[in-house]
């Protein structure tokens, strides 16, 4: 069992998560660090804690988030990989309670729970109502859920949704079995906001889906640059777009679900008329138009037969028990 935790200046809360994951009362676990080059002291407090099943590792130059994801996930040995963010907690069962559903039923390809959450700073904050009020219990969009579910089912109603919102929530609250991880690749460079959602949507048509109902995570608000700095620049309009691009890569799924290219017509369709507006987009929105660029470089690619660079493969290594 592997633990990844990917981290950048967190001094203040990778620790802790480092510490959640080694309390954890499943064994035998591993818990891998990618730190992505900290200055804020990180790299070293986490060296300070003395564990062999902890393995910290400093990358030799900045990768950014997503690439450092895929840096821990490319080191693991184990049969299962349990996420985590390093500014999160888990519950000290959280991955007995989880490994249980994989030995349970070995069709069994990811597992995910509720969590908590926890506010930093202002709680009566509105924009940290408002998330609340829509986040707070993500799992209950889904028609129903059982201890063991139908990957395709719960895949089919997030598509009826549009692909326009993360049921299963963050990685925080996620396992997957190392064999599914290695057939579908690991997270995508090309989406921004929906990076999470993305890699469960091409895992969950080829499995059975464990539901923990217990909180076993502890997810933390009010602090996080990224997904602000994303509403901010509107970095992620083509979110959508760049997941349905990743489904469509996936020949067998789209003969068993062919909406997948329909939306992926119209998705495309619509990011044009935006790029040819110059970022208006529906309604007067406005987006960076300059990020369709390496879109558009990905579509002459695909229609020459060539390979392209704007869609690295998202390999997971396969070295490893």
């Known amino acids: 069992m592997s633990i990844c935790i990917p981290t950048y200046n967190r001094a203040d809360y990778a620790e802790a998560a480092v510490r959640s994951a080694l309390s954890q009362t499943y064994e035998p676990i591993e818990v891998l660090v990618s730190d992505d080059c900290s200055d804020d002291g990180s790299y070293e407090r986490l060296l300070s804690v003395r564990d062999p099943r902890l393995h910290v590792k400093r990358n030799s130059h900045r990768r950014g988030p997503v690439s450092n994801r895929n840096a821990a996930l490319n080191r693991v040995r184990g049969q299962l990989i349990k996420f985590l963010d390093d500014d999160d907690l888990l519950e000290p069962d959280c991955v007995s309670s989880m490994v249980s559903l994989f030995e349970q039923d070995p069709q069994v390809g990811m597992v995910f729970c509720p ?27 889904f028609g129903s859920l059982e201890s063991v579910n139908d990957g395709r089912d719960l895949f089919r109603q997030l598509m009826t949704d549009g692909f326009r919102r993360n049921w299963i929530g963050e990685p925080t609250v996620v396992m997957v079995s190392t064999s599914h991880l290695r057939r579908t690749g690991a997270f995508s460079a090309q989406v921004q906001q929906l990076v ?55 020949p067998e799924l789209c003969v068993a679900f062919p909406a997948i290219s329909e939306m992926l017509h119209a998705e495309r369709r619509q990011a044009w008329r935006t790029a040819l507006k110059v970022g208006r987009g529906a309604g007067g929105r406005r987006v960076p138009a300059a990020s369709y660029l390496p879109y558009a470089r990905y579509r002459v690619c695909l229609r020459l037969g060539v390979s392209s660079s704007t869609v690295p493969e998202r390999r997971v290594a396969t070295s490893g028990n």
């Open 196 to 250: 999470d959602l993305d890699l469960w949507v091409r895992i969950l048509p080829h499995c059975r889906v464990g539901f923990v109902s217990e909180e076993l995570a502890h997810y933390r608000i009010g602090h996080r640059s990224v997904s602000k700095h994303n509403r901010l620049t509107k970095r992620a309009w083509l979110d959508r777009l760049w997941l349905l691009e990743n489904l469509s890569r996936d």
């Open 115 to 141: 969590r908590t959450i926890i506010v930093e700073g202002d709680t009566d904050d509105d924009s940290v109502q408002a998330w609340r009020q829509v986040y707070n219990a993500l799992h209950t969009q």
